[in-house]
């Protein structure tokens, strides 16, 4: 009999981008860890999708998602197929770095909480204060979960904006969806926030609120009753990061 090696729980995917004379290119795919990045082509600014490569987070499971744009690199990502969190505990770290003069977007796929899932899902976001960086987040939310969503917003080493929610309703700390079963965030680091949230707030049109948290910070939150909704609205909202 030959023996089975078990599943690995605890699993990364690193993802980083190089950039030279103006044109940016996939440097590392993530081939190892539970997503991969499908190669796309050296150009200006390089665009790349995502796949996963495991079947979804399930009881034991630790993931970790790290994307690097170096100096100068204009990158954006886009992930394909929702992850579907299975009842049991897990956790999903996603942590997004521009360096100097990079811009980089992050387009989530979103998450699919199944009931009795125990998750914890963070989004950390480090910026160079020259750099730009964007991310939106989706996640299905049908009743109540024992979830935490925690969100890091860096800017030259320091906290910029930090936050976490729980979907539990806790009545201490309820996170109120209504009628609504679905959950979507984005936030911009880099210049020019109040015009960005400006545009994001009109973008919206009443299925959300765009607000600038300072001159280089913008936080959007919208409700829905799809994943697919909610990348519609913010998905095209991140990916304009760098105009």
């Given at each position: 009999?030959?023996?089975?090696?078990?599943?690995?729980?605890?699993?990364?995917?690193?993802i980083?981008?190089?950039?030279?004379?103006?044109?940016?290119?996939?440097?590392?795919?993530g081939?190892?860890?539970?997503?991969?990045?499908?190669?796309?082509?050296?150009?200006?600014s390089?665009?790349v999708?995502?796949?996963?490569?495991?079947?979804?987070?399930?009881?034991?499971?630790?993931?970790?998602?790290?994307?690097?744009?170096a100096?100068?690199?204009?990158?954006?990502?886009?992930?394909?197929?929702?992850?579907v969190?299975?009842p049991?505990t897990?956790?999903?770290?996603?942590?997004?770095?521009?360096?100097?003069?990079?811009?980089?977007?992050?387009?989530?796929?979103?998450?699919?909480?199944?009931?009795?899932?125990?998750?914890?899902?963070?989004?950390?976001?480090?910026?160079?204060p020259?750099?730009?960086?964007?991310?939106?987040?989706?996640?299905?939310?049908?009743g109540?979960?024992?979830?935490?969503?925690?969100?890091v917003?860096?800017?030259?080493?320091?906290?910029?904006y930090?936050?976490?929610?729980?979907?539990?309703?806790?009545?201490?700390?309820?996170?109120?969806l209504?009628?609504?079963?679905?959950?979507?965030?984005?936030?911009?680091?880099?210049?020019?926030?109040?015009?960005?949230?400006?545009?994001?707030?009109?973008?919206?049109?009443?299925?959300?609120?765009?607000?600038?948290?300072?001159?280089?910070?913008?936080l959007?939150?919208?409700?829905?009753?799809?994943?697919?909704?909610?990348?519609?609205?913010?998905g095209?909202?991140?990916?304009?990061?760098?105009?």
């Open positions: 009999m030959i023996a089975v090696a078990p599943p690995q729980r605890i699993a990364a995917s690193r980083a981008f190089a950039a030279a004379a103006g044109m940016t290119w996939l440097a590392r795919g081939a190892a860890g539970p997503v991969r990045a499908v190669r796309g082509p050296r150009a200006a390089c665009a999708t995502v796949v996963q490569a495991r079947g979804g987070l399930c009881d034991g499971d630790r993931w970790r998602i790290e994307v690097d744009a100096a100068g690199a204009r990158a954006r990502v886009r992930g394909a197929g929702a992850t969190v299975q049991g897990s956790a999903l770290r996603t942590r997004l770095r521009a360096a100097a003069g990079a811009e980089l977007s992050w387009r989530s796929a979103g998450v699919i909480l199944a009931e009795g899932a125990r998750a914890r899902l963070t989004t950390v976001v480090d910026c160079d020259r750099g730009r960086c964007a991310v939106s987040e989706v996640v299905a939310v049908h109540a979960r024992d979830a935490v969503l925690r969100m917003i860096r800017r030259g080493g320091a906290v910029r930090e936050e976490r929610l729980r979907l539990d309703r806790d009545p201490r700390a309820p996170w109120r209504g009628d609504a079963t679905h959950l979507g965030t984005a936030v911009a680091a880099g210049r020019g926030a109040r015009s960005r949230a400006r545009r994001w707030e009109a973008a919206l049109d009443g299925a959300g609120a765009a607000e600038a948290l300072g001159p280089d910070l913008v959007a939150r919208a409700l829905g009753g799809s994943l697919a909704e909610l990348d519609d609205l913010l095209p909202l991140v990916e304009e990061m760098g105009t």
